[in-house]
């Protein structure tokens, strides 16, 4: 009973993690058809914002939910008002681009702070269920995610900029002929996409090991839960992470970590193969 | 008249390359023979992309899962036997069966290009993952222990075919290597002359119009991925030979994003480009390591963005266009630069 409780806490804190890391490629791939690559150094660069914010005397909280994506969206706003929108359209080129952009973002902070920096610690503490020991950052983690979904289903459902954004990924054509300035709501979205990979960079400093190529460990699997997620950016990254979080943790479960990994990507990979269009494409179709 | 101007060079010029790759180990220092012997290892795995990508149009981002396998079954294979004639085969076929069956998946399941990309690359991470952990004792191929993050020490070099305790030197290997590089590479100008490499071009075009002319887009795209597999393979164990290590950084991220580098640089589309590219790119990286001012990874992701915004084409597509504009202006054609000389031989 105690294993099947540890076990579920597992796979909540596992598809949380998806969840919070996915939803802003899901802004920035499933809106605007921009391939990031950096995205995994977006997820970094909100961790090292954290760490350092945390150094020099802030509040770990404030770190986590206000500097790391306040920072990160303001390098998303630059990043695409000198980088990519030049490059809308170009679907390759944007995938080059943004490849060149992590390796850039790596480059830097390597140079910057070196191969290593010292983590911050794991706030609130742990419980303990029968003989496991869990932590009740992993319960928060998963209340995060589940925020963060509402908030965005709310941004892009019932206010002004979430109608005229989702107008212009539609038609972009048609939403400037009504007078949307197209350009800025690109620039926006860019950015929000990136304040929310911060802000999950941000939660899951205290969880993970922080090093300039901490990113490339995510990006694949960020990439792989949007894909097999589909069209629906909010139903279909969350289903998607819930089955991929499963997945994942029972796998390393039943065998190790590792192989828990390739299990995901083998999974993955096949479900890709049955629904081309991802799990929105057949089940939540016309969903958000 | 062009056309056959530029057909006598290319042979005068493929000539000229082989007596260079002969002659090289008279003129060069060894250290400098090492490192151009990795220089063209590099470019056989170059213009395997260059092939499937620039030609084929698969945007393959996990190249280096090809190159790896075929350099890990290269290092198992010739430990095992303890010679490297059925190694190198070895590193020639089991990458082209897994790209067989990866291909399978991705093109019979009509994905797109973007999640091709994006499927190719996490594979290249599996594979990063898994060899990574394979370090201990209970991992091992016969007598070849896999090492996991270790990699594999003291692989056996290249021997004389089928003569174990003739091992090459570093001369011979260079020219194995330099030999190797160019039949790779006539071998894939010969192959996009012939009608098969026709129909890869046209599948790239537009692949419903080739479907409807009765090419199964399906079936030629798995082809030309298997030989870009095959190709990687081979680069795979040129690689090891060279440095007689394998380890899984091989299939890193890393790896995987300076193919690219170099193919984007050079140009896409030609073949010559992605070998030009490939070189210039190392001697950077090489010049790089060797002083402490600039990390590597800043300056390649530099470089990578500027080609992108500045130079699309890529240097050597943009340097012949160059060179093509001068030479109409020098015949008085008012300097209209012809993409395929066709100005020039309608005069």
Same mark, same amino acid.
């Given at each position: 009973?105690?294993?099947?409780?540890?076990?579920?806490?597992?796979?909540?804190?596992?598809?949380?993690s998806l969840c919070l890391l996915c939803l802003g490629l899901a802004i920035i791939f499933g809106m605007m058809r921009i391939i990031n690559l950096a995205h995994g150094e977006f997820v970094?660069?909100?961790?090292?914002?954290?760490?350092?914010?945390?150094?020099?005397?802030?509040?770990?909280?404030?770190?986590?939910?206000? =500097?790391?994506? %306040?920072?990160? @969206? +303001?390098?998303?706003?630059?990043?695409?008002? &000198?980088?990519?929108?030049?490059?809308?359209g170009r679907l390759v080129d944007s995938m080059l681009a943004t490849w060149g952009l992590s390796l850039f973002i790596v480059g830097l902070i390597t140079t910057i702070f070196g191969n290593t920096i010292d983590g911050v610690p794991t706030p609130l503490g742990g419980f303990v269920i029968g003989d496991y020991r869990a932590s009740w950052y992993t319960i928060f983690l998963a209340g995060m995610a589940l925020l963060m979904l509402g908030l965005v289903y709310l941004l892009l459902s019932y206010t002004r900029f979430g109608l005229v954004a989702r107008a212009v990924m539609q038609n972009p054509g048609m939403a400037?002929?009504?007078?949307v300035d197209t350009s800025r709501i690109y620039m926006?979205?860019?950015?929000?996409?990136?304040? =929310?990979?911060? %802000?999950?960079? @941000? +939660?899951?400093?205290?969880?993970?090991?922080? &090093?300039?190529?901490?990113?490339?460990?995510?990006?694949?699997k960020a990439f792989i839960t949007v894909v097999g997620g589909g069209a629906a950016i909010l139903a279909g990254t969350a289903s998607a992470s819930v089955l991929f979080g499963l997945v994942n943790q029972m796998a390393a479960y039943l065998t190790t970590p590792v192989y828990g990994e390739v299990i995901l990507f083998v999974a993955a990979i096949v479900l890709i193969r049955l629904l081309p269009q991802g799990i929105s494409g057949r089940f939540f179709k016309g969903t958000l | 008249m062009a056309g056959k101007l530029a057909l006598g060079a290319q042979a005068v010029a493929v000539v000229a390359a082989g007596v260079a790759v002969a002659m090289a180990p008279n003129v060069l220092e060894t250290f400098d023979l090492m490192q151009i012997t990795l220089f063209a290892a590099m470019s056989v795995l170059s213009l395997s992309l260059a092939f499937i990508w620039g030609y084929g149009g698969i945007l393959c981002f996990g190249q280096?899962?090809?190159?790896?396998?075929?350099?890990?079954?290269?290092?198992?294979?010739?430990?095992?036997?303890?010679?490297?004639?059925?190694?190198?085969?070895?590193?020639?076929?089991?990458?082209a069966l897994f790209a067989l069956v990866l291909g399978y998946f991705i093109f019979y399941g009509r994905i797109s290009d973007v999640y091709l990309g994006v499927i190719t690359l996490?594979?290249?991470l599996i594979l990063f993952n898994v060899v990574n952990s394979t370090s201990g004792e209970e991992y091992h191929i016969g007598q070849a222990r896999l090492g996991?993050?270790?990699?594999?020490?003291?692989?056996?070099?290249?021997?004389?075919?089928?003569?174990?305790?003739?091992?090459?030197?570093?001369?011979?290997a260079w020219q194995v290597t330099g030999f190797a590089l160019l039949g790779v590479y006539l071998l894939l100008r010969i192959l996009l002359v012939s009608p098969w490499g026709r129909v890869v071009v046209a599948v790239r075009e537009n692949e419903t119009r080739a479907a409807l002319l009765g090419y199964d887009p399906r079936f030629v795209k798995l082809w030309t991925f298997v030989l870009g597999g095959a190709i990687a393979g081979l680069a795979g164990a040129l690689y090891v030979n060279w440095g007689a290590f394998v380890g899984p950084t091989i299939f890193s991220l890393a790896t995987a994003s300076q193919i690219?580098?170099?193919?984007?640089?050079?140009?896409?589309?030609?073949?010559?480009?992605?070998?030009?590219?490939?070189?210039?790119?190392?001697?950077?990286?090489?010049k790089i390591g060797s002083q402490q001012a600039f990390n590597s990874n800043l300056v390649l992701g530099a470089v990578l963005l500027g080609v992108v915004l500045l130079l699309p084409k890529g240097v050597v597509p943009s340097l012949s266009g160059l060179v093509q504009f001068g030479f109409n202006r020098l015949r008085g054609d008012g300097g209209v630069a012809a993409p395929t000389g066709q100005a020039a031989e309608a005069k």
């Open positions: 009973m105690d294993k099947v409780a540890i076990l579920t806490l597992n796979v909540v804190d596992g598809a949380a970094m660069l909100g961790a090292y914002s954290t760490v350092v914010a945390v150094h020099h005397g802030v509040n770990i909280w404030i770190a986590m939910i206000v =500097v790391a994506p %306040l920072f990160v @969206g +303001l390098v998303g706003l630059l990043v695409e008002r &000198t980088l990519i929108r030049f490059l809308y400037a002929t009504l007078g926006t979205t860019f950015a929000l996409g990136a304040a =929310v990979t911060g %802000l999950a960079g @941000g +939660l899951l400093a205290p969880v993970s090991g922080i &090093t300039p190529v901490m990113g490339s460990a995510y990006v694949a | 280096t899962a090809f190159f790896g396998l075929g350099g890990y079954a290269y290092a198992v294979a010739a430990i095992d036997y303890g010679d490297s004639t059925p190694a190198i085969g070895m590193a020639i076929l089991v990458p996490t594979v290249t996991g993050f270790n990699g594999m020490p003291s692989v056996p070099t290249f021997n004389m075919p089928f003569d174990p305790s003739n091992i090459l030197s570093p001369e011979a690219i580098i170099w193919i984007t640089v050079g140009g896409l589309g030609t073949l010559l480009g992605p070998i030009v590219g490939c070189v210039l790119i190392q001697y950077l990286v090489t």
